[in-house]
């Protein structure tokens, strides 16, 4: 291997995506303009339009359906797809959705978590993501704006292998505007990670023609919906194989889908996904050092979502304080619905409590962490808590 | 003894073995449509395979690929309904970027194209893509169970037009999608009908021979949907053309000035100015067209409506560009 000397630039999260776009040597990108999704595509555009990328095709399509759909189009012919999202725009995009993962293309798309409407936002918000949860896509949810490069990068060597496509979902404004440091990796270890899609079919092939979306009789098509929940349990561990040689290579290990700290010493945990948890993490190290016995424990993946390594981190603590930024109505925030289902055939079950932070971009600070960690050590002394679901911003 | 040489290709790319309905017209279309587009490809690239087929869903899309069986003996992709335009449009890009020289063919029914799929069509017209889009026309949701479109045609019976006291079935003017797709100024837009296959497999290889995109809307007869004979489809179509119904016209560059029509036939006296088709007295009665279909059978008992559906038939042909004069059935 070439020494990783890493190229470090100071982007904002999309642009973070769109260099790892245009370093994952992406074929074909199919999109539609999003508040605030945008820059991703403007980036793109103006790679294309400086001549730094060599005949990318960019469809600029006059949907986000048709923008799924011509992905679906690009990834059967056998080239590597990309694009971008948000909200509105990928719940417009939800039945390509359903159709992507069930022809088993590995598509890359990066979602721009923001609130669904009405009332009209365009902040951060996970419901958008989260509602796709049934869509046979992999989600991984990225901190920070080196994670939403990675993310990019990896997501197409694991989509590529499971042929499942795979979502790497940022934060509204908090990333997708923000500018940090991302490391970035050059072009030819790039390539050396991430070598050409190999399609195992294509639509170019005239001797071996094809036919995709073809109908499938009640006799098969449960089949082919086991086949897909398979690749799901087969990319558990491809995404820590990818994520280890990443790791090697780069120096950012990605092995685990739960990235966690002070599991071992920790009375109880946060757990959340996404931007939120970098407020978090800052906030355990703190309250550390103020005597509080705590831990984290960041969500990567959401999809295959981590049950192992959840019960593990489980049958170590005795509290979940549970951070959605989303909601399932008539229910509960989504992370904690999943996680208590995940729990009950653990071992282990901790007291667990749902603290819904952020909704529609609301402020989550340092602050509230410390808030939380104070009612938390309550719950975990009385060992239950008062109320399952805590609607924790509430102004009364 | 001679043999007479086949007037197109003998190869095939839609296989005998699909699932469609006896006397399907929309089968036929589909058959000649990919031979002429094998045929054009040859003269073009000296390649009969360089093409790939993006096609929505509809009757032609479930008869033709019932897992694991296909009946497409070409690169083929079904992409839901809405969206056969825009897959198409990602096929090629891909197709472009992987330096694969060649056309994608689209093809989508009247539903998929005229309803749903409108806004994909228009995109991928917009964008200009390498692609010849191929409307099948069977004038309702066949595949559903003969739901009205916005291409079925004044008077037509359908589950959800259907004609009763208070209906004479479906109430509103045909959509003509072909002028909307030349609208775009697209190089090369076109109708055709299966009545007249000779000059629908020339315009199919004249779109998929121009750069750029093109639009072929072909008239296809569905005894399933019309009610009429299976053995009556080509004359059926060839009926629509000389009674006036259905127009065969080419656009290019949305040239509306220059619109060229073909001659109906029929024996209708076509009138030229200047080379232009300007008028057209047709000496069929539409009833001819009309009365072979079980789902116009209604009109016959309310002949107002054949006369409101022969001054929407001339409104039509005046957006062509040309006065027709329709005669009256012969009392």
Redesign the interface.
């Known amino acids: 291997m070439t020494e990783y000397k890493p190229i470090r630039k100071v982007v904002s999260g999309n642009y973070a995506a769109a260099y790892a776009a245009k370093h994952a040597r992406v074929?074909?990108v199919?999109a539609y303009p999003i508040t605030p999704q945008t820059s991703i595509i403007e980036k793109i555009a103006e790679f294309i339009a400086n001549g730094e990328v060599e005949?990318?095709?960019y469809?600029?399509?006059?949907?986000e359906?048709?923008?799924m759909?011509?992905?679906?189009?690009?990834?059967?012919?056998?080239?590597r797809?990309f694009t971008a999202t948000s909200a509105q725009g990928l719940a417009l995009m939800h039945?390509?959705l359903h159709?992507a993962a069930g022809?088993r293309l590995p598509i890359v798309m990066v979602d721009v978590n923001r609130a669904m409407a009405p009332p009209w936002s365009v902040w951060d918000d996970q419901t958008d993501s989260l509602a796709q949860r049934d869509t046979g896509w992999m989600q991984f949810y990225a901190e920070n704006n080196q994670e939403v490069y990675d993310g990019v990068i990896m997501a197409f060597k694991v989509a590529e292998t499971v042929n499942v496509p795979a979502m790497i979902v940022e934060s509204a404004f908090i990333l997708s505007h923000t500018y940090d440091v991302v490391e970035m990796i050059p072009q030819e270890l790039v390539d050396e990670f991430l070598p050409p899609r190999k399609p195992l079919y294509?639509?170019?092939?005239?001797d071996n023609?094809?036919?995709?979306?073809?109908?499938?009789?009640p006799n098969?098509y449960y089949e082919f919906r086991y086949k897909l929940a398979k690749a799901h349990e087969e990319a558990v561990k491809v995404i820590k194989d990818v994520g280890n040689e990443f790791g090697e290579m780069f120096g950012r290990d990605y092995s685990e889908m739960i990235e966690k700290e002070h599991i071992d010493d920790a009375d109880f945990v946060f757990m959340g996904m996404g931007s939120l948890m970098g407020t978090v993490k800052e906030a355990v190290e703190l309250l550390r050092k103020e005597g509080y016995k705590i831990g984290y424990a960041k969500v990567r993946w959401f999809r295959p979502f981590p049950k192992e390594e959840l019960r593990e981190i489980a049958s170590k603590v005795n509290g979940i304080a549970v951070l959605d930024r989303n909601f399932s109505f008539g229910q509960e925030g989504i992370l904690f619905n999943e996680a208590k289902g995940v729990l009950y055939s653990a071992k282990s079950k901790p007291v667990m409590k749902n603290y819904i932070v952020g909704l529609g971009g609301r402020d989550f600070t340092v602050d509230d962490v410390r808030k939380i960690a104070e009612d938390m050590k309550k719950v975990i002394e009385k060992g239950e808590p008062d109320v399952e679901v805590d609607w924790y911003h509430l102004k009364r | 003894m001679a043999v007479r040489k086949s007037p197109i290709t003998t190869r095939e790319y839609w296989a005998p073995g699909h699932a469609a309905c006896a006397g399907c017209g929309c089968a036929t279309a589909l058959k000649l449509a990919t031979k002429a587009f094998s045929e054009a490809m040859e003269e073009k690239y000296g390649d009969p395979n360089a093409f790939a087929i993006a096609q929505a869903t509809g009757c032609m899309e479930v008869v033709s690929a019932v897992f694991p069986y296909t009946a497409w003996k070409a690169p083929w992709v079904h992409v839901a309904f809405e969206n056969a335009a825009a897959a198409a449009s990602g096929v090629e890009a891909a197709w472009k970027k992987l330096g694969r020289k060649g056309k994608i063919l689209a093809i989508g029914g009247d539903g998929g194209t005229a309803d749903i799929g409108m806004q994909a069509l228009s995109g991928m017209l917009e964008r200009r893509h390498n692609v010849v889009y191929l409307m099948y026309d069977n004038e309702a949701y066949m595949n559903t169970g003969i739901q009205r479109s916005s291409s079925t045609p004044y008077g037509a019976w359908t589950t959800t037009s259907p004609p009763g006291k208070y209906s004479i079935g479906e109430d509103k003017p045909k959509k003509w999608v072909a002028l909307i797709a030349a609208a775009h100024q697209v190089p090369y837009v076109a109708t055709a009908s299966i009545g007249n296959p000779f000059d629908f497999v020339k315009k199919m290889k004249k779109a998929a021979k121009v750069d750029g995109p093109a639009f072929v809307q072909v008239h296809c007869t569905c005894p399933t949907g019309w009610k009429s004979p299976l053995e009556k489809g080509v004359e059926i179509a060839r009926l629509a053309i000389e009674t006036g119904v259905w127009p065969l016209f080419e656009i290019e560059n949305g040239d509306f000035f220059n619109i060229k029509i073909q001659a109906p036939g029929g024996g209708a006296k076509v009138k030229r100015e200047g080379g232009r088709v300007v008028a057209i007295e047709f000496k069929k009665p539409i009833e001819e067209y009309l009365k072979l279909q079980g789902r116009f059978k209604h009109l016959f008992k309310q002949p107002e409506a054949i006369d409101e559906m022969r001054e929407q038939i001339k409104a039509m042909w005046k957006v062509l560009g040309v006065d027709v004069t329709l005669p009256k059935p012969e009392e």
Do not use: K, R, Y
Request: aromatic share 4%; proline share 4%; hydrophobic share 50%.
């Open positions: 074929q074909v199919a005949n990318l095709q469809v600029p399509v006059e949907s359906h048709s923008a759909a011509a992905c679906i189009g690009a990834s059967a012919t056998g080239a797809a039945e390509m159709w022809a294509t639509l170019t092939d005239f023609p094809i036919s995709v979306g073809a109908l499938a009789t098969d």
